[in-house]
């Protein structure tokens, strides 16, 4: 995105290991402690992490997930930016929930708790056709001012969605996360 194009007012991201990340409090004030927090999280039997790309549904899968634990087709009275892996305030939270524990994040492959998956860990990945994508993420920057004012849908898909020098992850986090899984679903009634 051109910081001189006048059909955006650009919220600064946070720039780290190559990806353009939201502002939020724990990385504006050091990226690569949180990362490297999260990367060495320790891992329980049983824990849920929830690798998904921005707008490709976070936030259903959360619901359906905590349903699931809780086995009640009930919402989550938290809401699940309190167990977002790069927002929370402190990660202490994470050692304090009861097992199983779920989180969420929307970080590539190679920043999920090592832990996780050496031990072989639950990963919910989604992967949304990016259309859908594109047109949820620009409704959602369009009615936040998370980029600032958008002119138009094409301007953003130009200069946002399409440009591989913002915060365009969609390779990183889909197809790394694709060449480690098991050729097949596994699934499982133990664990």
Known sequence: ?????????????VMFDGMALPPFPPLLQDAKKRFEEIRNME????DIILAIYPKSGTH??????????????????EPKELFFLEAMPDLSIVDSMESPRAVNTHLPYRWLPKQH???GG???HVVRNPKDVCVSMYHHMKSS???????????FYETVFMNPNESNNRNQSTCRISEHQPKGPRYSRDS
């Open 122 to 124: 639950k990963i919910v």
């Open 60 to 77: 259903w899968v959360w619901e359906i997930v905590c349903m699931l634990l809780k086995q009640k087709a009930e919402y989550s009275k």
């Open 1 to 13: 995105m051109d910081k001189n194009d006048s059909n955006f007012r650009q919220t600064q991201p």
């Open 145 to 155: 001012e998370e980029i600032g004012e958008i002119k138009d849908f094409k301007t």
């Open 43 to 46: 891992y329980r039997k049983g």
């Open 117 to 119: 998956i050496e031990n």
